[in-house]
């Protein structure tokens, strides 16, 4: 049974950070990234890391601020957020596909996690 474990998130004041942990069980994968989705809004995507591929990617829209890093030996990924705004505040989801193209769409993947809560206050 394959599994996207998340954990890390929760509340932080603006400027804060924090770092999301995603850990895959089951199988490995090549490609893994992470999206938010704020109410009322669609699913965005914020970072992905291809072993295989030999990329990490992270969007302009939070380039400078997200970083993602991972432990291929571990099945792991991290997304560390910093200088965070309220704008952030949106379930993160963590993401895994077998896969190394485009990673920003959701609809390429093949697993997801449950998701996991940040909210930043002003």
């Known amino acids: 049974q394959v599994q996207l474990v998340e954990s890390g998130g929760g509340l932080v004041q603006a400027g804060g950070s924090l770092r999301l942990s995603c850990t895959a069980s089951?199988?490995?994968?090549?490609?893994m990234g992470w999206f938010r989705q704020a109410p009322g809004k669609g699913r965005d995507f914020v970072a992905a890391?291809?072993?295989?591929?030999?990329?990490?990617f992270v969007p302009d829209s939070v380039k400078g601020r997200f970083a993602i890093s991972g432990d291929n030996a571990k099945n792991t990924v991290y997304l560390q957020m910093n200088s965070l705004k309220p704008d952030d505040t949106a379930v993160y989801y963590c993401?895994?596909?077998?896969?190394?193209?485009?990673?920003?769409?959701?609809?390429?993947?093949?697993?997801w996690g449950q998701g996991t809560q940040v909210t930043v206050s002003s």
């Open positions: 890391l291809s072993w295989s591929g030999g990329y990490n």
């Open positions: 089951g199988r490995t994968f090549n490609t």
């Open positions: 993401a895994a596909k077998s896969g190394i193209t485009w990673p920003g769409s959701s609809g390429s993947y093949e697993y």
